[in-house]
């Protein structure tokens, strides 16, 4: 069973802070990780994908893949009250295609 | 931007009954799926289907069934409702060769 593991939470940080969000996974054939975030009562939104290891930046969002600890992370940096949700990790050894979810880790960023 | 729309965002159904749940995309994307998400266990993959008239079973297909007839509608079909397969719906595209999904709204499902 391919399995991707969260920490369910929720992530406590204060405001300005840096959220750092991780991510393990089973399946040494994958290729394309993502991160989505989902706000209460909504559906996912892709917020980052990286395909190779080493960090991948967007704005404040830095995604970080290291294939041989099967980890992948997500770090926002400068917290904003509107960061909070919950993020996704998901994973696919098919190019995004057929994806494996992680149950999601639940962030709340204190004003 | 791609537009993924669920005909539903609440449904209450009565266990027994027959239940469709509608996906439109308007961006030609081949490639379409029904995802099923619970607290705790995430999304789970019920169908999906890379063209028309095409599907493929996920990894929880029992008491769904789906139809693609056309490239931007793919419907979802619980067979006879139970109370376990209350649940949020979602519905995501993504054409091929490129990477990250596109979800619908979700549609809430309650079954009584």
């Known amino acids: 069973q391919k399995e991707v593991e969260q920490n369910s939470g929720p992530l406590s940080v204060p405001e300005g802070a840096i959220a750092s969000l991780n991510c393990t996974y089973s399946?040494?054939?994958?290729?394309?990780f993502f991160w989505y975030r989902q706000y209460s009562g909504k559906s996912p939104e892709l917020i980052m994908f990286i395909y190779s290891n080493g960090d991948k930046e967007d704005g404040r969002f830095t995604a970080q893949l290291n294939k041989a600890s099967q980890y992948v992370s997500l770090l926002i940096r400068d917290s904003q009250p509107s960061d909070s949700a919950t993020y996704l990790c998901a994973v696919s050894n098919t190019g995004g295609f057929k994806t494996i979810f992680g149950a999601g880790t639940r962030l709340f960023v204190k004003a | 931007d791609v537009k993924v729309t669920q005909s539903s965002r609440y449904l209450v159904k009565r266990t027994g009954e027959k239940v469709f749940l509608e996906c439109v995309q308007d961006m030609d994307h081949e490639n379409m799926f029904w995802y099923r998400q619970d607290p705790g266990l995430g999304l789970r993959l019920i169908y999906f289907s890379y063209d028309v008239k095409m599907k493929e079973k996920g990894d929880i297909p029992e008491g769904y069934s789906v139809s693609r007839e056309k490239k931007e509608r793919f419907s979802l079909i619980l067979e006879s409702a139970s109370t376990n397969q209350t649940s949020m719906y979602l519905c995501?595209?993504?054409?091929?060769?490129?990477?990250?999904?596109?979800f619908g709204s979700g549609t809430r499902l309650t079954v009584v």
């Open positions: 399946d040494r054939g994958s290729q394309s």
């Open positions: 995501a595209s993504i054409p091929t060769g490129t990477h990250g999904y596109t």
